[in-house]
């Protein structure tokens, strides 16, 4: 099993950043595949960034330019670093895992592992 905690919730004005957390914790050698995804009031849950370990870095088209995503696998974290903000970021973000290198790690029906969610919110 693997414990996922993300940590970074926050309220910023438009253009304002924010850095979110995510760390692993149990059998982490299931984090081949670490990605950060979001949900919005209504709206289906859609993938932000993600880290295959080894492999490749992906991030959604809306947010290239703006977010980063970053690993640090000695201490088993996951990072989102989110700047330019805007409100229809605002949104639960969640982190996820799973223990294969995914093909389509954008997609969230391919992680096994999920964290609680940590909420951002950005206002005008």
Same mark, same amino acid.
């Given at each position: 099993?693997?414990?996922?905690?993300?940590?970074?919730?926050?309220?910023?004005? &438009?253009? %304002?950043?924010?850095?979110? /957390?995510?760390?692993?914790?149990?059998? !982490?050698?299931?984090? =081949?595949?670490?990605?950060?995804?979001?949900?919005?009031?209504?709206?289906?849950?859609?993938?932000?960034?993600?880290?295959?370990?080894?492999?490749?870095?992906?991030?959604?088209?809306? &947010?290239? %330019?703006?977010?980063?995503? /970053?690993?640090?696998?000695?201490?088993? !974290?996951?990072?989102? =670093?989110?700047?330019?903000?805007?409100?229809?970021?605002?949104?639960?973000?969640?982190?996820?895992?799973?223990?294969?290198?995914?093909?389509?790690?954008?997609?969230?029906?391919?992680?096994?592992?999920?964290?609680?969610?940590?909420?951002?919110?950005?206002?005008?």
């Amino acid at each position: 099993q693997v414990q996922l905690v993300e940590s970074g919730e926050g309220s910023v004005q &438009v253009g %304002g950043s924010l850095r979110l /957390s995510c760390a692993a914790s149990g059998y !982490t050698v299931v984090t =081949k595949s670490m990605g950060w995804f979001r949900q919005a009031p209504g709206k289906e849950r859609e993938g932000v960034a993600s880290s295959v370990r080894d492999v490749r870095i992906k991030y959604a088209d809306f &947010v290239k %330019g703006r977010f980063t995503i /970053s690993r640090d696998n000695t201490e088993n !974290t996951l990072y989102l =670093k989110m700047n330019s903000l805007q409100p229809e970021d605002s949104a639960m973000y969640y982190c996820a895992a799973d223990s294969a290198r995914l093909w389509q790690p954008l997609e969230p029906t391919s992680y096994t592992y999920w964290g609680q969610g940590t909420q951002v919110t950005v206002s005008s």
